[in-house]
Nanobody, 128 residues
Framework: DVQLQASGGGLVQAGGSLRLSCAASGLSVDDYAIGWFRQAPGKEREGVSCISRSDGVTHYADSVKGRFTVSSDNAKNTVYLQMNSLKPEDTAVYYC?????????????????????WGKGTLVTVSS
């Protein structure tokens, strides 16, 4: 079976950093596009970043561009989201998801609506 395990969330002060991990089993992060999404209480889900290693494409939301970096480690079959200069507005539950079409361009254009697998979220709380 396919499983995606998001981890690395926690409580951090504004300006601090966290690294989230999305460990995949049952699929290869080299063959699937992997997206990071977040949702705060009472707000809609939004795309944060995505990556497709097959074509070397990445995308970032304007609100995180320059602060967050997405990367993959094929040996560990894991995708990471390095989050620097965190702001209180980044507080949310963060989810990773996988798309079998293997295209970050498609993931971004469809706002994650076509993702095949979703993992459980990890909570990020940024204090002022």
């Amino acid at each position: 079976d396919v499983q995606l395990q998001a981890s690395g969330g926690g409580l951090v002060q504004a300006g601090g950093s966290l690294r989230l991990s999305c460990a995949a089993s049952g699929l290869s992060v080299d063959d699937y596009a992997i997206g990071w999404f977040r949702q705060a209480p009472g707000k809609e889900r939004e795309g944060v970043s995505c990556i497709s290693r097959s074509d070397g494409v990445t995308h970032y939301a304007d609100s995180v561009k320059g602060r967050f970096t997405v990367s993959s480690d094929n040996a560990k079959n894991t995708v990471y989201l390095q989050m620097n200069s965190l702001k209180p507005e980044d507080t949310a539950v963060y989810y990773c998801a996988a798309d079998s079409l293997g295209s970050a361009d498609i993931v971004w254009a469809t706002e994650g609506r076509l993702m095949d697998y979703w993992g459980k979220g990890t909570l990020v709380t940024v204090s002022s």
